[in-house]
């Protein structure tokens, strides 16, 4: 009988569990005993609070995008101007614990599993569009309202695959060089729309005085 008050405890401790196995496995295809296991209970308990292996990958995929929307909006709180908050949304997608090889090898899995689960395909669309409509915002207010979506589609785009090298090993790259290469992207295309375009890091305050 689990005891009163740990559900929260053990869910949590299942979900993180589920993340490591599935980079271990490098699939989703792990067991829920395996992911049990690594969390230190058995598989019945493992059960009784997820019901099968689905709802808790399912958890697991809410649990990363739940972290990534706290980190963003936390970070957003401190942006100076549009542009800060640009450069904000492109650095959250590649701090440490968005970053790290086993959230990574996650991410992987969830994006080929999609392709056979409806429920993991709508909350990575949910992702994709939240991701989107957080540029097209800080691109329209820096004067890009016509060019907007092209413009996120290609940072979108650009974070999506980086991802995947990384996942893939393919010549990976650390997070500062990803952050500066999508960072390169968006600069080089506001330049083309505005002769103000400014340094991916400089803020508004900044142009003010300068």
Request: overall charge positive.
């Amino acid at each position: 009988m689990p005891k009163i008050g740990m559900e929260p405890i053990r869910r949590q401790a299942l979900t993180d569990a589920a993340l490591r196995a599935i980079a271990d496995h490098g699939s989703l295809g792990v067991t829920m005993s395996v992911i049990a296991r690594q969390a230190g209970v058995s598989p019945a308990l493992a059960h009784h609070y997820f019901g099968s292996k689905d709802e808790l990958l399912i958890a697991t995929m809410r649990m990363l995008l739940s972290r990534l929307h706290q980190d963003v909006v936390a970070q957003l709180k401190a942006a100076n101007g549009p542009r800060a908050r640009l450069s904000i949304l492109i650095r959250v997608s590649f701090q440490a614990d968005q970053f790290q090889p086993e959230t990574v090898a996650a991410w992987l899995a969830f994006y080929s599993e999609a392709q056979r689960s409806q429920p993991l395909r709508r909350l990575l669309t949910l992702y994709a569009r939240r991701l989107r409509s957080n540029l097209i915002d800080a691109l329209r207010a820096l004067g890009g309202r016509d060019d907007a979506a092209r413009i996120a589609e290609g940072a979108a785009a650009m974070i999506d695959g980086l991802y995947l090298r990384q996942a893939l090993g393919a010549a990976p790259l650390g997070a500062e060089a990803c952050v500066a290469l999508v960072e390169d992207h968006v600069s080089r295309q506001l330049a083309t729309l505005s002769p103000s375009a400014h340094h991916p890091y400089e803020t508004a305050r900044e142009r003010d005085i300068r």
